[in-house]
Each structure stands twice: as structure tokens, then as C-alpha cells.
């Protein structure tokens, strides 16, 4: 096998199996060649991923090392695309009563879900995540796009129990948009006791919703590994009930009325 050729395989191996242990072994005997070619090409690889500010490779010495892919967001390709999202979300045909913005189009963007879940994955890349928690509907791409840079499975926190799912814990919260007591269930055999997860979500004012998925996860014995949202709104009438999360856009100064938003970059980029 060519070299060239042999570098886009082991390229390709490697985006596919992020946060991955993968040992030199494998690589000499799937493409027939020496550990020291396999180590040049893999040094060629991880100047390229750097380079592009995508991800890095990281060797683990001793018998069982071997190269992990780690994927990343340089800070000049994590500000570019924010300012681009936030100029996207300042059209003001987006905006929808109470203060809310259509961003259906956005979460359904392929490219644009695949760049906010390295985005985040960038930031909680050291956080020892094992799970994805997300509530239905809307945050499930986020979420699945958070963990498929993680490697991690995702669970879906829903309002009414399926019985496809088996038995499930639920509670009730309060909406903090709504102030309207809610319920949201999980199936049992989503979590292990002492699991670390890490919440995701689209859209976040008073963050009832979020607290609620606190409340459950501490039914689970779960831990909360960190908060992500993809934009948050400010709202004078309501107080705030989650404080320790990220958010990627801050939505501010939303005049219905006069028909004008100001969208910013969020706290993850000051944290």
C-alpha cells in the first residue's frame, strides 16, 4: 500500500473513533506496514489535524499505549463560528412570541450541529463525561452531536414514559417559563449509579427545565459533569434557578415591537 493511501485510512480510522485508544499493532498488521512508517505517518497526521485546529493525537506509552484522537476546536475556528451563528439568529423574522427564536432550520444543519457538538465537546473534553443527557425534542441533535466527538452514549429525558422503555423514574419540576408543574421521566437502565453526564440543551430562560434534569439525575445517584446550552435568553421577570452551565450564545435586547435582537457570544467563551 501506498503511503498516501495508507494516511487517509488511518486518517479516516481515527475521525471515526474519537477518544479511542487505538495501538500501533493494529495499524502495522491493517495495512501491512512497519512500526516506524506507522509512527512517521501518524506524526504527519496529528501536524495536520493541529494545523486545521481540529483535534490532536495523544501517545500513551508502555505495552497497552498506543494514539487516541482528540478532538478540538482551536479558539479562532470556535469564534468564527459564533459570530456567524449569532449574525444568523439576529434576522429578525426569527422572532417568535415570548421572546423565543426559531432556530428549527439551524438544529436541522447537518454541518451546523456537527460544529456546536465540537464546540462543546472542546470545553467538557476534560470532564471524564460517560453520558449525554438531553430532554426531547430539540436538543437531541446537540446531543448527539456532543457525544459522537465524545464517544459516549446519549440518554433522552422524556414527558410521558414509553412502554418500550420498561420501568422509569420520574419526578415533577417546575417550568421556569411557564411556572407550571411538569413531569419528565428516564427509564431505570439508563444510568449507572455514580455516572458522570453532562446535559445538553437548545434553548434556556429561567432553566427549569435543566434543574428538573438535575433533580433526576440525582435519583440515579448520577453526577452532573457540566451544563451545556446552545443559547440562553435574558429575562428581568424571571430569576434564574441554574447557575453552573455554558452557553454558547447569549441572546439580549429582544424587542418584539421595534423587531431587533442583539445576539452575542455566550459564557463559554469567558471561561
Do not use: C, W
Amino acid at each position: 500500500m501506498k503511503r498516501s493511501e495508507r494516511l487517509v485510512g488511518m486518517t479516516y480510522y481515527l475521525l471515526e473513533h474519537p477518544q479511542q485508544l487505538v495501538s500501533l499493532p493494529f495499524f502495522t498488521e491493517a495495512y501491512d506496514a512497519a512500526k516506524s512508517s506507522v509512527s512517521e505517518d501518524l506524526g504527519i497526521i496529528n501536524q495536520m489535524f493541529q494545523k486545521q485546529g481540529i483535534g490532536e493525537l495523544l501517545t500513551v506509552a508502555g505495552a497497552a499505549g498506543g494514539v487516541k484522537f482528540i478532538p478540538f476546536n482551536s479558539q479562532e475556528n470556535s469564534e468564527s463560528f459564533a459570530d456567524l451563528l449569532a449574525k444568523q439568529l439576529e434576522d429578525p423574522e426569527r422572532l417568535l412570541p415570548g421572546g423565543y427564536l426559531f432556530m428549527s432550520d439551524l438544529l436541522g444543519d447537518p454541518e451546523t450541529i456537527r460544529n456546536i457538538g465540537r464546540l462543546f465537546a472542546t470545553h467538557f473534553s476534560d470532564q471524564n463525561v460517560d453520558v449525554i443527557m438531553t430532554v426531547a425534542t430539540k436538543g437531541i441533535p446537540l446531543a448527539y452531536a456532543v457525544a459522537s466527538f465524545l464517544n459516549v452514549p446519549v440518554v433522552i429525558v422524556r414527558r410521558d414514559p414509553k412502554v418500550t422503555e420498561g420501568s422509569t423514574v420520574s419526578i415533577n419540576y417546575v417550568s421556569g417559563s411557564s411556572r407550571k408543574i411538569q413531569t419528565m421521566v428516564l427509564p431505570k437502565r439508563s444510568l449507572q449509579k455514580g455516572a458522570n453526564v453532562l446535559i445538553i440543551d437548545d434553548f434556556m430562560k429561567a432553566g427549569g427545565t435543566i434543574d428538573g434534569m438535575k433533580s433526576l439525575l440525582a435519583e440515579f445517584e448520577a453526577n452532573v459533569a457540566g451544563i451545556g446550552v446552545l443559547a440562553e435568553a435574558e429575562d428581568e421577570d424571571e430569576e434564574r434557578v441554574v447557575q453552573d452551565y455554558v452557553s454558547l450564545l447569549q441572546i439580549n435586547n429582544v424587542d418584539i415591537k421595534e423587531k431587533k435582537i442583539e445576539v452575542h457570544r455566550g459564557t463559554i467563551f469567558k471561561s
